[in-house]
């Protein structure tokens, strides 16, 4: 929404430069991420995940990297244009009861693209 | 495409009023999930649903309550509003499986005067 990126850190980045977006997670036995995108009056949009037994995954213009031994995680951009500025966030899977998964969700980081 | 909608974008309330956010998928999801996202907080969840009639609670149950009578249709309830409550509601759902994306409403604004 609107208000979420009040109090969030911001990565300012010119157009065309490549993004690094970083988020540390918490629970070492978490064997699913994933990375939303939300723009200003949206609800957060799917991006990309990585499972627990990979440690890099690559989509269109997005690469995801886990570092499962401290725990962080990444989202790389490349070649960055204005549509991505948004606020991004990590979040981490654990199973809850029957089938259903409980996402953690990181904070967030404001992404803004100057041209 | 998926598609996940709430009742109403922006809704005002005043303290103690019984609040209903409504909440469908067209995707025959198994999972419904509520969110309130707040400033510096991230989102947080309220409750789940992983079944018609099921429901648990999440992480910040006080306060509000859920009902899930069809499998489309995840209902908030805010038995009595307070100011505390102002926040962003986001809906979301998935599919039963334990690794799943879960799809997100574009949310509700709740202000509690």
């Known amino acids: 929404g609107e208000s979420v990126g009040l109090h969030l850190p911001t990565l300012s980045v010119q157009e065309g430069d490549n993004s690094i977006i970083n988020c540390a997670y918490s629970n070492s036995a978490s064997d699913y991420f994933i990375w939303y995108k939300q723009e200003s009056g949206k609800g957060p949009q799917f991006i990309i995940d990585i499972r627990s037994n990979m440690d890099k995954r690559q989509g269109q213009r997005v690469t995801v990297l886990l570092n499962k031994t401290v725990k962080h995680l990444s989202l790389q951009i490349a070649a960055t244009q204005p549509g991505d500025s948004a606020v991004y966030f990590c979040a981490e899977n654990s199973p809850l009861t029957g089938t259903a998964s409980k996402l953690t969700f990181g904070t967030g980081t404001r992404l803004q693209v100057t041209l | 495409d998926v598609k996940v909608t709430q009742s109403s974008r922006y809704l005002v309330k005043r303290t103690g009023e019984k609040v209903f956010l409504e909440c469908v998928q067209d995707m025959d999801h198994e999972n419904m999930f509520w969110y309130r996202q707040d400033p510096g907080l991230g989102l947080r969840l309220i409750y789940f649903?992983?079944?018609?009639?099921?429901?648990e609670k999440g992480d910040i149950p006080e306060g509000y309550s859920v009902s899930r009578e069809k499998k489309e249709r995840f209902s908030l309830i805010l038995e009595s509003a307070s100011t505390n409550q102002t926040s962003m509601y986001l809906c979301a759902s998935s599919w039963g499986l334990v690794k799943s994306e879960q799809f997100f409403g574009p949310g509700t604004r709740l202000t509690v005067l």
């Open positions: 649903s992983y079944d018609v009639k099921m429901k």
